[in-house]
């Protein structure tokens, strides 16, 4: 079906409708918006989409609400907004649209819904309270879009079209900018993958960009690689691997003689010519050259390795 009218509600808006709205104006370019609680515009029909009002979810008739008795709830019980109920509908046909490959829709979508289209449906439906963040409950995306509704003395329809179309276009760049970086994880992991096999045995792992390359490395089981060496725009960068998802412990920490040098100071006492920086924390270092870069790794991984050794004595 190509519908020829997207329907919500009237009145003030709300994450999930304006999330909802990106995915299926995206889709349905040439249908007409409408935003109204009129019995003839909620009830179903076949030339249209109604999202987030009409007290129903029936997918087959084109209709998406959840704040009816029974509303729909996710296989673990957790409930859906309008926004869960479009993305789990016509999420995927969004990301084959937005040019996501094929065989990386079904990650993607997943990856999304878990990051980005649940904590919506949550927080829509009173289930996550976003005031467990203290100052920072004010800056989730459903409180920052919401911002930008007409203010009291500031009433009527053109001022809440007004108000929603402005929103839309903030909601819409990021819903495109998070399925974009979602999608460019998967490209990495790809080319990580790659150049992981290339290393072979090696600690040193070599790119040919900046990219995210953890989840590639854990996925591969490359348990043996201690540091990442890659280009930048000017220089080269050597930088270590968390052993987790969260924090900032290092499977292997760059020497502490390194730590908080450049330029002169660093090539004194690394003995590497073009070395030009190391972090105090010791986490990321630069250097002027490729092979300054990977001589580098070479020392770090040395003293990292002499150390384990030191340890286990």
Same mark, same amino acid.
């Given at each position: ?24 104006t ?37 209709? #998406? ?10 296989a ?6 309008? #926004? ?31 990051? #980005? ?7 829509? *439906? ?23 509704k ?10 809440e ?8 276009a ?32 090696s ?26 060496v ?25 020497p ?6 450049? *330029?002169?100071?660093?090539e ?5 010519a073009g070395?030009?920086?190391?972090? *105090? ?29 030191? *340890?286990?004595?």
């Open positions: 079906m190509i519908p020829e009218f997207l329907v919500t509600h009237s009145g003030g808006f709300h994450a999930d409708e304006l999330l909802s709205t990106v995915i299926l995206r889709l349905f370019p040439e249908a007409r918006l409408v935003r109204s609680r009129a019995a003839e515009w909620i009830r179903p029909g076949a030339d249209r989409i109604i999202y987030d009002v009409g007290g129903q979810y029936d997918a087959a008739a084109g209709i #998406f609400d959840h704040h009816q008795r029974g509303a729909p709830l996710r673990d019980g957790q409930p859906y907004s309008s #926004f869960g109920l479009i993305w789990k509908h016509y999420g995927r046909d969004y990301l084959a649209a937005s040019g996501v490959p094929g065989d990386h829709v079904e990650a993607v979508h997943a990856a999304f819904d878990a990051r #980005f289209v649940l904590p919506v449906d949550l927080m829509d *439906n009173g289930a996550l309270d976003p005031s467990v963040a203290g100052p920072l409950a004010g800056l989730t995306l459903p409180a920052l879009l919401e911002t930008l007409p203010v009291f003395d500031e009433a009527g329809q053109e001022a079209d007004r108000g929603f179309q402005a929103a839309l903030i909601a819409r760049t990021l819903v495109e900018a998070g399925v974009a970086q979602r999608a460019a994880k998967l490209r990495a992991e790809t080319l990580v993958l790659q150049q992981i096999a290339q290393a072979g045995d600690r040193i792992l070599e790119l040919p960009m900046g990219m995210p390359f953890r989840p590639a490395v854990v996925k591969s089981g490359a348990d043996h690689l201690l540091f990442v890659h280009p930048r725009e000017k220089d080269w960068c050597l930088t270590g691997i968390r052993k987790a998802d969260e924090g900032f412990e290092l499977r292997a920490d760059l502490v003689a390194w730590a908080g040098l450049t *330029n002169g100071e660093l004194a006492v690394c003995g590497v070395a030009r920086f190391c972090h *105090n924390g010791r986490f990321i270092a630069a250097a002027a050259t490729r092979e300054a870069a990977l001589a580098m790794a070479a020392l770090a991984v040395a003293e990292a390795t002499s150390s384990a050794v030191e *340890n286990r004595a």
